[in-house]
């Protein structure tokens, strides 16, 4: 949808899912280096991978989640969405202007 009520977002969820936003830090110092854009750095093949996605209605509150993520069975990250600074209605609004 386009411009999207916080109060009406989550009407448009149909289900969450991880995702892992990855860099090529080697890629984007050299082209940083050479002032190039190092966008490049995060359009790599496997540059974002996605875990499966919950079907919304059953996740009772998006907002009290823990998300980890493990590397060869050794954890590396821990958090929850409850330390998220914009929750998802206003992420929703403001993206759904763009």
Excluded at 32 to 58: E, H, M, N, Y
Aim: glycine residues 10%; contains cysteine; proline residues 5%.
């Amino acid at each position: 949808g386009k411009a999207i009520k916080a109060s009406d977002a989550m009407k448009h969820v149909g289900g969450y899912c991880v995702a892992l936003d990855m860099t090529a830090r080697d890629w984007q110092e050299a082209a940083k280096k050479r002032g190039l854009p190092w966008t490049q750095a995060k359009g790599f093949d496997t540059s974002c991978p996605l875990g499966a996605v919950i079907p919304a209605g059953r996740v009772e509150d998006p907002h009290a989640l823990t998300l980890w993520c493990t590397v060869n069975g050794e954890q590396r990250q821990r958090g929850s969405t409850g330390d998220m600074l914009v929750k998802i209605p206003e992420l929703i609004e403001v993206c759904s202007r763009v």
